[in-house]
Every structure is written in C-alpha cells, then in structure tokens.
C-alpha cells in the first residue's frame, strides 16, 4: 500500500526548528497542483533549486531526508519544474512509492494549513504553534489540529463472490472499487460499514470483520478496511448518485487496481487469492 515504504520510515515529529539542506525536498502547491517534474526519477525541486525560499515549514522525514512546505503564493519556479495535478501522479509509472507517499502525505498537511489561516471560531489570523503540530488563534487562543477523517473500506462478501463497485464520479482513474464512505459524528464504524452498505446497494450485512488501516492523504483520511458478508436478499439496489455500477464478481474474475497502492486494492486481491474468508 501506499505508505509501505520499508526499509525506509516516516517520523513526523513536530520540529519547527529543523533546518532544511541543500538536499531537502520542499513541496510547493497551488490548488491541487504540485510543483514537479512529471515525468522524472527525482520529482520534487530541492533546497538548493530555489533562491534563498522564505516561509518553510518542516513536515517530516523519511530516514535521513527532510521534507518541507513552502508556502508562499507566488515564487520563481525553478527551471524545467512546472505543475501538475497531485491526484493524477499517483498513477505516474516513473514516480516511486516513497515519493508519492511524501506527496499524499504533505498534500494532507498543505491543505490544513491552507484551509485554517483564520479561525473558525472568531476570524482571527492562525499562527504555528511552538509545542505541537497546531495552528493558534492571535485573537481568541483556539488551538487547531490537523483535520483527519474517519472512513471505511468495505468488502462486501457472499461465498465465493465480492461486491465490486465503480464511482459515479470519476475521481482520477475509473477503476474498480469497493464501498467506502465517511463515518458520521456519533458512528462506530461498524455502524458506518452496515449505512454505507445499505446507502449504496440495499444490502444487509452480518459478520462485520476489521481487516487493516490506511493513511490516505488526498482525501484528509485514515480508512479502516473491513470485510463483511451479505445478509438475506442479494439483489442490488444502485444508488446512482454514489455509483455507476456493483456487481457481484467471481473470486477468480477479480482484477484488482492498476496500481498497489491503496487499501481497496489490498483487499480486492486479497480476497481473489483466497486469503481471507468470514467464514
């Protein structure tokens, strides 16, 4: 998945005094673009492609690399960078795991900090807390924590057969899926597992099993893979605003992603090769 990245490891420690080095990687966004060189082994400019970049922020590291945030609106794009569309260089074959990883990941973190640089509570300007990773009120002191949202995956099982969805909406690739959606306030995510089901095809599920969890950063997520198994009636009713097609699919007629990134892909395999069962 994703954040597989072994031997390698992300510790993202709060150290606003961290430093950057020539050898630094700085991400810059605009809107949902990035600044990168598509089509490259090394994407992302480093320290040393900018003159003198002011208002860093450091996110993490990966080992010995140290990763930062530029967030200045305007600036001079280094020579032969230029933008592209952060979603899509997911599915970029040049582009290796650990980068796409660091690129989920500080996506995540740029559009918090983008999207809290006035308080929600009385409008004051944010300002970077000292202690943690938070953003603090000027006027009124409200502290502001990373926002990550709770979701489920959702593998849907009758004997040998998986429920196999695509989304109305094309969100990057049109490629199979599983049902998935955000937990509601006051939810377990076992209830959210057994609505979202009924939401989206009418089914009744039973044996609801945690599988595994997964950051995901272009959503804001944290999801929680789960398997369950059809309870009674097996006929589908679709709900077109959330999908444009589920059906029932053969375990060995399942073919998974394009990539091996994500937890639903995970799970649709794993399921085809017969490792996992509710039974």
Request: proline letters at 4%; a negative charge.
């Amino acid at each position: 998945m994703i954040q597989d990245i072994s031997p390698l490891k992300l510790d993202n420690h709060y150290s606003p005094d961290v430093k950057p080095e020539q050898d630094s990687i700085i991400f810059h966004f605009r809107n949902n673009d990035v600044l990168c060189q598509e089509n490259s082994e090394k994407p992302f400019p480093l320290y040393e492609n900018f003159t003198i970049p002011d208002n860093l922020i450091y996110l993490f590291s990966i080992s010995e690399r140290k990763y930062f945030l530029l967030r200045d609106s305007v600036i001079v794009i280094p020579e032969n960078f230029d933008y592209a569309d952060v979603k899509k260089l997911r599915h970029n074959n040049s582009i290796d795991r650990t980068d796409i990883f660091s690129l989920a990941t500080a996506y995540h973190l740029s559009q918090w900090y983008n999207n809290n640089r006035f308080c929600g509570k009385c409008g004051g300007i944010t300002t970077d807390d000292r202690s943690e990773r938070a953003l603090e009120c000027t006027f009124c002191g409200k502290i502001i924590y990373p926002r990550i949202n709770p979701a489920v995956i959702v593998g849907v099982t009758d004997g040998n057969r998986l429920l196999i969805t695509r989304y109305a909406a094309n969100r990057g690739v049109n490629c199979d899926a599983l049902i998935a959606g955000f937990t509601e306030a006051g939810e377990t995510l076992e209830e959210t597992v057994s609505r979202e089901v009924m939401e989206e095809v009418g089914l009744k599920v039973k044996n609801i099993h945690y599988y595994k969890s997964q950051p995901w950063g272009y959503s804001g997520c944290i999801l929680a893979g789960f398997y369950c198994e059809a309870d009674g009636n097996t006929d589908i009713i679709l709900d077109k605003s959330e999908l444009s097609t589920a059906e029932w699919v053969e375990r060995e007629n399942i073919t998974g992603q394009p990539d091996d990134l994500s937890l639903t892909n995970e799970m649709m395999i794993n399921f085809k090769n017969n490792q996992y069962s509710n039974s």
